[in-house]
């Protein structure tokens, strides 16, 4: 079954296109990912999804529902976490809960139960009574996609989830999210976070200027555009390697000072590399990941 169902979808700011035709869909239970540069279209999207803005053009179905016909009932059913922090700072931990609840029309004493649920979930008991400015970032993570699951969400929105936080509190966020993804619930997150991205995704879909321009499993999307290995050389003349390396590889890209060859046996193209005597300052061979996709599809080069 599809959760989401998007076709052609197109969402305009006076001359600016921000998504430019994307079609996908989310299946039921599966944790769906946009990837893409700062200004690609993922959080418009995601607005889209979650009803705050309306498409230009084309057809977005949530749960079977036009988002255009249909918004009231859409959120409704929607748990959503920003990628600002949107508590309540007049409101203790256990507050933030019960409030976000009623909103949802949960009784008092619905609302205090599923807290109390919820809260031993994000392992927040013990903070409780504290007030948000008490806890740590990784804490208010956990808590804000706690307070989006109060209502019992059919689909969980998440923007870029684990932002600013430290390694282990980025790893306790993923716990959560695969706690919730082996109970059922569908998730859609954008992130910046290739690790993220492979850790935690069914498919992904990478977009770039608001069209989406690939899309897949992560580790098939790296066996079909980055091999599964990449050699690095470091420290390389762009114009002296660039005939040397032509047809050496299955792919070459230069950036700066440093060539990527992606292949599928490392080992043998470094013996290749190096009897070729090239002047560059070292020879590193790693496992192609989710990231070499992502900057080849996308670009290596900073854009503003």
């Known amino acids: 079954m599809a959760v989401v169902e998007a076709q052609d ?14 079609s996908f869909e989310v299946r039921e239970g599966e944790c769906y990912g946009f990837l893409g540069p700062n200004g690609a279209g993922k959080t418009t999207t995601l607005r889209m999804v979650c009803c705050t803005a309306r498409p230009t053009e084309g057809v977005l179905r949530v749960f079977g529902l036009d988002v255009r016909r249909h918004p009231r009932q859409v959120k409704a059913q929607l748990g959503v976490v920003h990628q600002a922090v949107t508590l309540d700072d007049a409101l203790t931990v256990r507050e933030n809960l019960v409030v976000y609840g009623r909103y949802f029309g949960l009784s008092w004493a619905e609302a205090r139960r599923r807290a109390e649920e919820l809260l031993a979930f ?11 400015a008490r806890l740590s970032g990784g804490m208010q993570r956990r808590l804000m996609i706690a307070r989006a699951l109060m209502a019992n ?15 282990h509190a980025r790893h306790a966020v993923w716990d959560r999210l695969r706690q919730l993804k082996r109970a059922g619930v569908t998730q859609i997150l954008t992130t910046h976070y290739m690790e993220e991205a492979e850790q935690l995704c069914d498919r992904v879909a990478i977009v770039d200027r ?12 790296v066996e079909r555009y980055a091999g599964r290995e990449v050699v690095e050389l470091r420290g390389a003349e762009d114009g002296v390697l660039a005939h040397a390396l032509a047809g050496l590889a299955e792919g070459v890209e230069v950036a700066n000072d440093r060539v990527f060859l992606h292949t599928q046996d490392g080992e043998e193209l470094v013996h290749r590399v190096r009897a070729l005597r090239l002047p560059v300052e070292a020879v590193v061979l790693r496992r192609a990941t989710l990231e070499d996709v992502f900057l080849r599809l996308t670009g290596r080069r900073l854009r503003e």
Do not use: H, N, Q, S
């Open 9 to 22: 979808l197109v969402k305009r700011f006076g001359r600016v296109v921000a998504v430019d035709g994307l």
């Open 122 to 132: 994000a392992e927040l008991e013990g903070r409780a009574e504290d007030r948000i």
């Open 153 to 167: 969400p059919r689909l969980l929105v998440l923007d870029e989830p684990t932002t600013g936080l430290d390694p």
């Open 210 to 221: 608001g069209r989406i321009v690939a899309e897949g499993p992560p580790r098939a999307l």
